[in-house]
């Protein structure tokens, strides 16, 4: 009975074992199972920290591309407001050469106005002195005939 004891007892002892043994690779197989989620939870945050990190670069890229153009966009309008500048000051300078041309053009438009009316005056004064100087004529002819008459 001894040994049928010392049996019965390591079988309990066994299946203790046994129990205990599953038991413990039950838990292990579900913290093995628990780390490969942690893992794979960590994989998945190293990839988007990864993804943010290459959104970030690429944002800053854009940033640096941005404040480039912008530079460049700033000499363009301060060249643009220089020629501005001078066109404006060109224009200027064009409405006073302008001015003073329709000035002179104005003067000799006048002084044209003023001659046209002068040769008119003695074109009237030597179409009166020539009238005259035929009725003049008319008369001395009509006196000559006169004379001429008298003396034939």
């Not at 292990?28 to 628990?34: A, G, I, L, P, S």
């Not at 190293?46 to 943010?52: A, P, S």
């Amino acid at each position: 009975m001894f040994s049928s004891c010392l049996i019965l007892s390591m079988v309990q002892v066994t299946n203790k074992l046994r129990n205990t043994c599953s038991s413990l690779t039950t838990a292990h197989d579900n913290r093995r199972h628990e780390l490969d989620l942690h893992r794979q939870e960590i994989e998945d945050l190293r990839r988007v920290l990864e993804e943010r990190k290459s959104d970030m670069e690429r944002v800053e890229q854009e940033k640096e591309r941005v404040s480039s153009e912008k530079e460049t966009v700033a000499r363009t309008v301060a060249a643009l407001e220089a020629d501005l500048k001078r066109v404006k000051q060109d224009a200027e300078a064009f409405g006073r050469d302008l001015n003073a041309l329709r000035a002179e053009k104005e003067a000799a438009e006048a002084k044209s106005k003023d001659e046209i009316a002068k040769a008119e005056r003695v074109k009237m004064q030597a179409q009166a002195q020539i009238r005259i100087l035929n009725e003049q004529l008319t008369a001395e002819k009509e006196r000559a005939s006169r004379v001429n008459n008298e003396v034939v």
